[in-house]
């Protein structure tokens, strides 16, 4: 059993997704602290002069005793409109930009209350699209509660796995004898970032997933997102 887990994030990288793809089960970190200037909620698109950030504005308030769950979106910001304009000017030439509108177009005309409902909403989208079958949980409905490591201990108890994917500075404080005493190998994630055909010029890399849907759809996305990557059958073998 191959186990992964994070935090939620807007309009996930590729990388994202690849942690998530060579899983058999992944956990959705939504009981753990929210992260000022993370991607939990923002994350960038390409544009004609380059990149831009799309940022959720939420209330902060309280937020280092919050849980991601716990943080709501600041409402009284036009994001949403915003967000929806950025994307519709800067990838309506996109060859599949019309495959996704009308969901992306009722998508940002939603009232969210909790940050956490629009992040679980994307990535169910994104998921079911790009046709990964990786059982997805969310640690609230679990109830695992211890943090850190600890954390991470418990999830791999509770489902008997075997191997344990880190993101790539996962190398930087994960102690591998806690996990050797259990039996479970690690692995660290360095993620190939693949090209494909984008707008405006020379490739960028580490954008929103959006960008690879829009422009090359998603019947080859997953294949684009692993290649160049370690696959669930390789990870199983380590």
Known sequence: MILSAHQPAYLPWLGWFHKIAVSDAFVILDKVQFEKNSFIN??????????TW????VSLSGHKESTISDIKIVNNHKWAK?????IEINYKKAPYFYKYKDYFETLYSKNWTYLIDNL???????IDEVGIS???YKQS???????????ILEMCEYFDADIFVFGKLGVDYAE?????DRNIKIFFQEYKHPTY????????????????????????????IMKGNISKSELKKI
Not at 82 to 86: E, P, V
Not at 176 to 180: A, G, S, T, V, Y
Not at 203 to 222: K, M, Q, R, T
Request: proline residues 4%; positive net charge.
């Open 54 to 57: 799309l940022t959720i504005p």
């Open 82 to 86: 915003k967000h929806w304009k950025t």
């Open 197 to 224: 055909p984008q707008l405006y010029g020379e490739f960028i890399s580490h954008l929103s997933i959006i960008d690879l849907l829009f422009n090359v759809g998603p019947e080859n996305a997953l294949d684009i």
């Open 120 to 126: 679980l909403e994307l990535m169910k989208f994104f």
């Open 134 to 136: 990786t059982k997805i």
């Open 42 to 51: 923002r994350n960038q698109v390409k544009i004609a002069n380059g990149k």
């Open 141 to 151: 409905e679990l109830g695992f509660n211890k943090k850190k490591q600890e954390l």
């Open 176 to 180: 591998k004898i806690l996990f050797e």
